[in-house]
């Protein structure tokens, strides 16, 4: 056994255990009682792995990785949590090496542009993001509304590669779409989430995985962009060409009615009225890259370097985000404020100021998709 290595094993797994600890510290008491099967995971792992006898095959198996404790524990959540299964655990994590894909290993580890970079695991996505919203948003307020909408339409999907989504929020409202579309060039998601301007420094992106619905609770976890230039910089320069769209139908009315339909890029391009207004009512519209395998590999690369950022605490996050709105937001040629009464009113009452404008967006869009309000009138989910 190489005595150095396993010292090297065994630093690291101290380390992983101090930061989940302090982790911690940002979430409430309802949370960490929630979380107690993975606290308790997390130091039954730590106790048993400083104590394993490791192989060299095992040294080097688990310095691959940024945090082998979270691994162990991950998997340990999944036995009977009888120590006498700890080390089934160990043989079958490196009898399936292949298998750990989604877990950040040492040589991907690369500093974030920021260093401030946090991500925010298993919070009340709702009240979380909410709270950014309010300091956010000036004008166009009801996209939070429909937003929220969105976060439980997505919570209700099987699939959890379904529910990772890219958000971003600036003074002039929101957006969500599904993290595969943002990274299909030429999609609607694409679109919106490429649309920066210089002159637009209060915008702010995350990317939003939801993990659950309790009542009205949302959960999930949240990871911050950093500088929003360079993150559309960077989806533009990643992002793969659109090849075809996928067209789902709803019953109501047309020749497609109740039909889904995939079409080329071309003849989704040069036939678009016909297809979108003509044939039926389309309720969903899915963008296609060519190479599928790809695109899941450039989504596979992104969860595993956000995966890498420190776990942050919401309240700090959110004390550093006012701070640098009054920076930007400071002299008048970079200020994007309405009117002092207007800008005094809390996002409780503009949200509600903003109901008519909800309704008559949920009619418009439940006759046609494609044409609902100004800012909306590219859509494709």
Do not use: C
Request: aromatic residues 10%; hydrophobic residues 35%.
């Amino acid at each position: 056994m190489n005595k150095n290595k396993e010292q090297q094993l065994i630093d690291r797994l101290d380390k992983n255990l101090a930061d989940y600890h302090s982790s911690l510290m940002s979430f409430s008491k309802p949370e960490l009682i929630d979380m107690a099967d993975k606290i308790h995971a997390m130091a039954d792992a730590h106790r048993y792995m400083s104590n394993y006898g490791f192989s060299d095959g095992e040294l080097e198996f688990y310095l691959q990785f940024q945090n082998p404790l979270e691994i162990v524990a991950d998997y340990w959540t999944y036995r009977n949590y009888d120590l006498d299964d700890m080390s089934f655990v160990m043989y079958d994590i490196y009898d399936k090496q292949d298998a750990l894909v989604d877990y950040p290993l040492i040589k991907d580890a690369k500093a974030p542009a920021d260093l401030g970079l946090r991500r925010f695991m298993d919070v009340d996505l709702i009240d979380f993001l909410g709270k950014i919203a309010e300091k956010v948003i000036i004008h166009y307020p009801n996209d939070w509304n429909i937003d929220i909408d969105e976060l439980r339409k997505y919570a209700m999907f099987d699939d959890f590669n379904e529910r990772r989504l890219v958000w971003h929020v600036s003074s002039m409202g929101t957006h969500i779409k599904p993290e595969r579309n943002v990274f299909i060039r030429d999609s609607g998601a694409y679109e919106y989430m490429t649309d920066y301007h210089q002159n637009d420094p209060d915008m702010f992106g995350y990317y939003v995985e939801v993990t659950g619905k309790d009542g009205q609770r949302i959960t999930g976890n949240v990871y911050e962009v950093g500088n929003y230039a360079d993150f559309a910089r960077h989806v533009r320069d990643t992002a793969l060409p659109l090849d075809s769209v996928t067209l789902t139908y709803s019953d109501a009315w047309g020749v497609n009615a109740g039909k889904v339909l995939t079409v080329s890029r071309n003849e989704y391009d040069n036939d678009r009225h016909r297809l979108m207004s003509e044939s039926g009512n389309v309720i969903d519209v899915l963008p296609h890259p060519h190479d599928a395998r790809e695109l899941y590999k450039i989504l596979r690369d992104e969860r595993t370097h956000r995966m890498s950022f420190p776990i942050g605490s919401q309240e700090e996050h959110l004390k550093k985000l006012t701070e640098k709105l009054a920076e930007i937001r400071k002299t008048p040629e970079q200020s994007v404020k309405p009117p002092a009464a207007k800008k005094k009113r809390s996002i409780t009452v503009r949200l509600a100021e903003a109901d008519a404008e909800a309704r008559m967006y949920n009619a418009q869009r439940a006759q046609d998709p494609v044409t609902t309000t100004k800012k909306r009138k590219k859509e494709i989910e």
